[in-house]
């Protein structure tokens, strides 16, 4: 009979669920705060469930020499080391859709307070000073909601806002026109939304794309007067920049449940009578907690007693049986749906998948789902195998696969094509006999490249002359190639350079790369 620890409070229908599997459960609420007592009782478990006091360390990891799954009641995961978890062949599981309508509904209740003032009023009626003039708000009644990040939660606050009659418009890259017309709410660029908006909600990970995405002079941009809520995550917000707005009076009022750091002490903005503050409350609700809770006790009884995988973050839904033959493939999907992501800007309309030869014949499923997690992954940050297939179909896109048999040079390959609103991208790619990826055409151009950690892309115009400024160039910055793989369309047309490099470019190094003669694009792939 497996063995599972709950080493955070969880309820007690949760821990039943396990005991209803045929799951030995060990309840220690409290374990989880004493990592010296954690180290040595983690050996005995097969499964580990958590909320966010269990810090699942290295250390720990390398201690739980039986541990097979590690669930997290929640989204957030950042307590736990996921690459140690996956070297070790460790699954971990989070429970991503189960506080969304908490979340929402605590930015739109954080709203109403801005508007009217409640907590200030609250401490100010109980101070007996009945100052009735002094709180003068204002209505939400059509108003301008300005959605930054329109996935899963920002649908759910687009929602609500609607039946509250206010005008919602959205900035966020991989909304389609189709699917902001589904949900009412009208597409924007963020300039247009940093003008238009009476009201701006934050609802996007914080990945490099977002970090600070209202600072010093997206704020200035901002109508003035706006009142701004953030219930997703610290670090979207130039917390210096914003307290000099609210200062100003350009930015109104804040509600902020999330901060840069937290337990947030001391921080400035508490000194403000037009902030309200919550100490990220966005998730703390009885229903919520008790959703996540069950869902993870769910999760983790049936990868023990049957095998099954659900919102792994760390790996896809695969059967022990196909695991050595698929997940090559399954690397390949996702690095091309990386490749074609961290290239793309724009929103996506569609995502094309076509196996051909030996991975037609296999379970498509994870493979697919690997791709559109590779493809979404670098601008929605929060998203994993499981879930990526659900949010690219919450956001409209048309997700195609094909299958055939073999027909060309190859045994097998997979291609893969994005569609945006500006163009169409598509690469290919196969499995060497040493079972790793190889990218073999790009943009419609034949070539053969083993993917790196870090590489460099570059299209260019086909002319004499060209590797040899961009080699130059490269050990003038510093940057030592470990390989160069070149490929183009026709003798002057287009080309493409892919060098695998040692260490990673700044922005000032890969603007000197794009000012090289021929030059149409540079960037830099992680892998």
Same mark, same amino acid.
């Given at each position: 009979?497996?063995?599972?620890?709950?080493?955070?409070?969880?309820?007690?229908?949760?821990?039943?669920?396990?005991?209803?599997?045929?799951?030995?459960?060990?309840?220690?609420?409290?374990?989880?705060?004493?990592?010296?007592?954690?180290?040595?009782?983690?050996?005995?478990?097969?499964?580990?469930?958590?909320?966010?006091?269990?810090?699942?360390?290295?250390?720990?990891?390398?201690?739980?020499?039986?541990?097979?799954?590690?669930?997290?009641?929640?989204?957030?995961?950042? &307590?736990?080391?996921?690459? *140690?978890? =996956? #070297? /070790? +062949?460790?699954?971990?599981? @989070?429970?991503?859709? !189960?506080?969304? %309508?908490?979340?929402?509904?605590?930015?739109?209740?954080?709203?109403?307070?801005?508007?009217?003032?409640?907590?200030?009023?609250?401490?100010?009626?109980?101070?007996?000073?009945?100052?009735?003039?002094?709180?003068?708000?204002?209505?939400?009644?059509?108003?301008?909601?300005?959605?930054?990040?329109?996935?899963?939660?920002?649908?759910?606050?687009?929602?609500?806002?609607?039946?509250?009659?206010?005008?919602?418009?959205?900035?966020?890259?991989?909304?389609?026109?189709?699917?902001?017309?589904?949900?009412?709410?009208?597409?924007?660029?963020?300039?247009?939304?940093?003008?238009?908006?009476?009201?701006?909600?934050?609802?996007?990970?914080?990945?490099?794309?977002?970090?600070?995405?209202? &600072?010093?002079?997206?704020? *200035?941009? =901002? #109508? /003035? +007067?706006?009142?701004?809520? @953030?219930?997703?995550? !610290?670090?979207? %917000?130039?917390?210096?920049?914003?307290?000099?707005?609210?200062?100003?009076?350009?930015?109104?009022?804040?509600?902020?449940?999330?901060?840069?750091?937290?337990?947030?002490?001391?921080?400035?903005?508490?000194?403000?009578?037009?902030?309200?503050?919550?100490?990220?409350?966005?998730?703390?609700?009885?229903?919520?907690?008790?959703?996540?809770?069950?869902?993870?006790?769910?999760?983790?009884?049936?990868?023990?007693?049957?095998?099954?995988?659900?919102?792994?973050?760390?790996?896809?839904?695969?059967?022990?049986?196909?695991?050595?033959?698929?997940?090559?493939?399954?690397?390949?999907?996702?690095?091309?749906?990386?490749?074609?992501?961290?290239?793309?800007?724009?929103?996506?309309?569609?995502?094309?998948?076509?196996?051909?030869? =030996?991975?037609? +014949?296999?379970?498509?499923?994870?493979?697919?789902?690997?791709?559109?997690?590779?493809?979404?992954?670098?601008?929605?940050?929060?998203?994993?195998?499981?879930?990526?297939?659900?949010?690219?179909?919450?956001?409209?896109?048309?997700?195609?696969?094909?299958?055939?048999?073999?027909?060309?040079?190859?045994?097998?390959?997979?291609?893969?094509?994005?569609?945006?609103?500006?163009?169409?991208?598509?690469?290919?790619?196969?499995?060497?006999?040493?079972?790793?990826?190889?990218?073999?055409?790009?943009?419609?151009?034949?070539?053969?490249?083993?993917?790196?950690?870090?590489?460099?892309?570059?299209?260019?115009?086909?002319?004499?002359?060209?590797?040899?400024?961009?080699?130059?160039?490269?050990?003038?910055?510093?940057?030592?190639?470990?390989?160069?793989?070149?490929?183009?369309?026709?003798?002057?047309?287009?080309?493409?350079?892919?060098?695998?490099?040692?260490?990673?470019?700044?922005?000032?190094?890969?603007?000197?790369?794009?000012?090289?003669?021929?030059?149409?694009?540079?960037?830099?792939?992680?892998?």
């Amino acid at each position: 009979m497996p063995k599972v620890l709950v080493s955070d409070k969880l309820s007690p229908t949760a821990v039943q669920i396990f005991k209803d599997n045929g799951v030995e459960v060990d309840y220690l609420p409290d374990l989880g705060k004493d990592k010296e007592k954690l180290l040595e009782v983690i050996g005995q478990y097969d499964g580990l469930a958590i909320r966010s006091a269990t810090k699942v360390t290295e250390k720990i990891i390398a201690a739980a020499t039986n541990l097979k799954v590690i669930g997290r009641a929640g989204i957030g995961v950042d &307590n736990v080391d996921i690459p *140690a978890a =996956t #070297k /070790k +062949g460790i699954i971990v599981m @989070n429970t991503p859709f !189960g506080n969304s %309508i908490t979340t929402a509904e605590h930015a739109i209740a954080m709203m109403m307070a801005l508007a009217r003032q409640l907590p200030e009023a609250d401490a100010s009626t109980r101070a007996s000073k009945w100052e009735k003039n002094r709180f003068m708000g204002v209505e939400v009644t059509n108003k301008t909601l300005g959605l930054i990040g329109a996935g899963n939660i920002g649908s759910i606050v687009a929602d609500r806002a609607i039946g509250l009659r206010m005008k919602v418009i959205a900035y966020d890259p991989f909304l389609t026109p189709e699917r902001a017309q589904t949900l009412g709410i009208e597409k924007v660029e963020l300039e247009d939304l940093l003008t238009r908006a009476d009201f701006i909600t934050l609802h996007t990970p914080l990945i490099d794309a977002t970090r600070n995405i209202l &600072n010093a002079e997206t704020l *200035a941009k =901002t #109508k /003035k +007067g706006v009142r701004i809520v @953030n219930c997703a995550r !610290g670090g979207l %917000i130039d917390e210096a920049a914003l307290y000099d707005a609210l200062k100003s009076g350009q930015v109104a009022g804040a509600a902020l449940d999330v901060f840069l750091v937290e337990p947030a002490e001391n921080n400035p903005l508490f000194d403000l009578p037009n902030v309200i503050c919550t100490p990220h409350l966005g998730a703390s609700t009885t229903e919520a907690q008790e959703n996540v809770a069950l869902q993870v006790a769910e999760q983790i009884s049936a990868y023990l007693m049957t095998g099954e995988i659900t919102n792994a973050l760390n790996f896809p839904s695969i059967s022990a049986e196909e695991a050595p033959i698929i997940t090559p493939w399954v690397k390949l999907a996702e690095a091309l749906g990386s490749f074609a992501g961290q290239l793309t800007e724009t929103s996506i309309s569609g995502i094309k998948i076509e196996f051909e030869g =030996t991975p037609a +014949g296999l379970n498509i499923r994870p493979m697919v789902a690997a791709a559109i997690n590779g493809v979404l992954k670098p601008s929605l940050g929060d998203i994993n195998m499981v879930s990526a297939p659900q949010i690219a179909k919450d956001r409209g896109i048309v997700v195609e696969t094909t299958t055939r048999d073999q027909q060309g040079a190859y045994e097998g390959y997979i291609r893969l094509t994005v569609t945006t609103e500006r163009q169409t991208r598509g690469l290919a790619g196969t499995i060497f006999a040493n079972g790793k990826p190889r990218i073999i055409q790009v943009k419609d151009i034949n070539m053969e490249a083993e993917l790196a950690p870090s590489m460099l892309y570059v299209t260019n115009e086909d002319k004499p002359g060209h590797i040899g400024r961009l080699g130059t160039l490269l050990g003038t910055l510093g940057i030592n190639i470990a390989n160069f793989n070149l490929g183009r369309a026709d003798v002057g047309g287009d080309a493409i350079a892919l060098v695998s490099i040692d260490g990673t470019l700044t922005d000032e190094q890969l603007d000197q790369i794009a000012r090289l003669e021929g030059v149409k694009q540079a960037k830099t792939l992680k892998f």
